[in-house]
């Protein structure tokens, strides 16, 4: 387990999570992804003192296995600085029953149904254990971060978290509060069958925005050795190869399509791009940011959407999945 020896420096207590004055309570957030999971432990100061991170287990079995051990060794850091733990926030994929916090059709884990919620609580007895979609977290930790204060505060009220992960989803956040729709579907956007090249998807459709515009199509279109698949493109696109410049293209042509999509449909603030093929950084986003502006010039209505300049990466350096799941739970036990 990586363990800070002292609270992160945030600039400032990390908002809708504490008062910024210490009084002795803790909160553990896990996000769990398709291929990590990553876990902090925060005071009620809004820092974050201790983390953990591990490979994501398949199936309902080692999954829970491996989140009750992760749970249990933030516990016991909380124990050590004399903290008492009051709640358990996990983010997750798939679809959450808000009621009960099962999981079901998680298919990146090979998970059908889990009753996690209910296990967790079952083995931390007497801790509140709040359960969310990952995406859904990851906005909320998104805004947390970026609603701490200073000229980011303002544009972060009304914000939309695309994740470009092993799969595309998106996570909205109104004025702090997950939006989540009728059915708990609201941002699944992956799975918009509009993607002109009809791959089948994992989901039973075909041609869903997902099958193209994630890190598992890309690493399905573009295999590589060794490293990671968008970066090594994005080079030898630079050095001429038209294959790659070709799949290149194919696949941002997607991921700005999820973006209008977000854009026509929920208008946020705020667009701010993660998940594992944004680590890419820069390089990806100015192709992003090309393909948008080639879209404007030929419509002055996606002009005057202004869609390039409400865009950001993801916060850098911060685990902002498992701080939102965090900040899940502290909004359900305050």
């Known amino acids: 387990m990586s363990v800070s ?8 207590p990390l908002e809708g999570i504490g008062d910024g004055r210490p009084q002795g309570h803790s909160h553990i957030g896990i996000d769990v992804g398709g291929t990590k999971m990553e876990g902090v432990l925060i005071d009620d100061a809004g820092g ?28 016991e850091e909380s124990e050590k600085r004399g903290l008492r733990l009051s709640g358990i926030g996990i ?6 029953d808000p009621h009960s916090g099962d999981v079901f059709h998680a298919v990146n884990l090979s998970i059908a149904g889990l009753r996690l919620r209910s296990g967790l609580e079952h083995s931390f007895p007497g801790i509140p254990v709040a359960v969310e979609n990952d995406v859904n ?50 941002g699944e956007i992956g799975h918009l069958p509009i993607e002109a090249h009809g791959f089948a998807c994992k989901c039973g459709q075909s041609g869903c925005l997902e099958t193209v515009a994630s890190g598992s199509a890309v690493s399905r279109l573009w295999p590589v050795a060794n490293g990671y698949p968008m ?45 594992g093929m944004m680590k890419t950084g820069e390089a990806l986003l100015k192709r992003i940011v ?5 879209r404007e010039s030929g419509s002055a209505f996606i002009t005057s959407l202004h869609l390039s300049e409400r865009l950001s990466l993801s916060p850098p350096g911060q685990a902002i999945g498992a701080i939102g799941a965090a900040a899940v739970s502290w909004q359900q036990t305050v």
């Open 5 to 12: 020896g002292e609270v992160l420096d945030f600039g400032r």
């Open 48 to 75: 974050v003192i201790a983390s953990d991170r591990r490979e994501s287990l398949q199936g309902e079995e080692a999954l829970s296995q491996e989140l009750t051990a992760m749970t249990t060794r933030l516990r």
């Open 91 to 96: 983010g997750m994929p798939g679809r959450i």
């Open 137 to 186: 977290a990851a906005a909320l930790g998104a805004w947390t971060v970026l609603s701490g204060g200073g000229a980011d505060a303002a544009e972060a009220s009304n914000l939309a978290f695309v994740n470009f992960g092993t799969g595309l989803a998106c996570g909205i956040v109104q004025s702090g509060t997950i939006f989540h729709g009728v059915s708990g579907a609201a």
């Open 231 to 275: 970066p090594d493109m994005i080079r030898r696109s630079e050095e001429g190869d038209g294959h790659a410049e070709e799949t290149l293209d194919m696949v941002v042509q997607a991921m700005s399509l999820a973006i209008l999509t977000v854009a026509l449909s929920f208008d946020p603030d705020r667009i701010v791009l993660g998940g």
């Open 290 to 294: 090309r393909n948008l502006q080639a």
